[in-house]
């Protein structure tokens, strides 16, 4: 069975530290883009950040850079991340997503396919 | 402020058609290929849409979307209760680099 399952949420002071993890199985896990998706209570999805296969690429969001950093270890079949400076804005439920990008006809194709359950993450002093 | 917009609520009664938009730009529904996902009450997002108008396997065949320009639509036909939930419409955007999400339409099952 495909499954991802996070870990690592809590709660944290206003400028804390937090590592997120996400134990991959069921999938040949070092074949996959991967992302983070947050959802703040009562609000929408917004993509935080990508990785790509073998994590030489990453990518985040304006709100995050500088401050998160996303990574991955194909071995352990986990993907990461950690977060820094945190703000109460951040509070979330932060969601390990798998990836599926390919290029159809010249359009590119991206769209997550399998979701964790999610990991919640408090910021308040 | 979401990238995509979509209706802040949608509702039907039980075998009804039901319809919910989501507009964008040429950055990204005019470019890219739109996702749909849903949400049902106390659980993780599930895709329930990909590629403009694929349905991953399980999900019954009374989902369908379409595109035009940089406006999609997501269509549940045969409206039953357990479909009352979250839908939100995603998309690559060009600009961004990256994928944007609509607001989110909740549906209710009158």
């Known amino acids: 069975e495909v499954q991802l399952v996070e870990s690592g949420g809590g709660l944290v002071q206003p400028g804390g530290s937090l590592r997120l993890s996400c134990a991959a199985s069921?999938?040949?896990?070092?074949?996959?883009?991967m992302t983070w998706v947050r959802q703040a209570p009562g609000k929408g999805l917004e993509w935080v950040a990508n990785i790509k296969e073998d994590g030489s690429e990453k990518y985040y969001v304006d709100s995050v850079k500088g401050r998160f950093t996303i990574s991955r270890d194909n071995a352990k079949n986990s993907l990461y991340l950690q977060m820094n400076s945190l703000r109460a804005e951040d509070r979330a439920i932060y969601y390990c997503?798998?990836?599926?990008?390919?290029?159809?006809?010249?359009?590119?194709?991206?769209?997550?396919?399998?979701w964790g359950k999610g990991t919640t993450v408090a910021v308040s002093s | 402020q979401s990238v995509l917009t979509q209706p802040p609520s949608a509702s039907g009664t039980p075998g009804q058609r039901v319809t919910i938009s989501c507009s964008g730009s040429s950055s990204n529904i005019g470019t890219n290929i739109v996702n749909w996902y849903q949400q049902l009450p106390g659980t993780a997002p599930k895709l329930l849409i990909y590629s403009n108008n694929q349905r991953p396997s399980g999900v019954p065949d009374r989902f369908s979307a379409s595109k035009s320009g940089t406006s999609a639509s997501l269509a549940i036909t045969g409206l039953q209760s357990e479909d009352e939930g979250d839908y939100y419409c995603?998309?690559?955007?060009?600009?961004?680099?990256?994928?944007?999400f609509g607001g989110g339409t909740k549906l209710t099952v009158l």
């Open positions: 997503v798998r990836v599926r990008i390919t290029m159809i006809r010249g359009v590119l194709s991206y769209y997550m396919d399998v």
């Open positions: 069921g999938f040949t896990f070092s074949s996959y883009w």
């Open positions: 995603a998309a690559w955007d060009d600009s961004l680099n990256g994928p944007v």
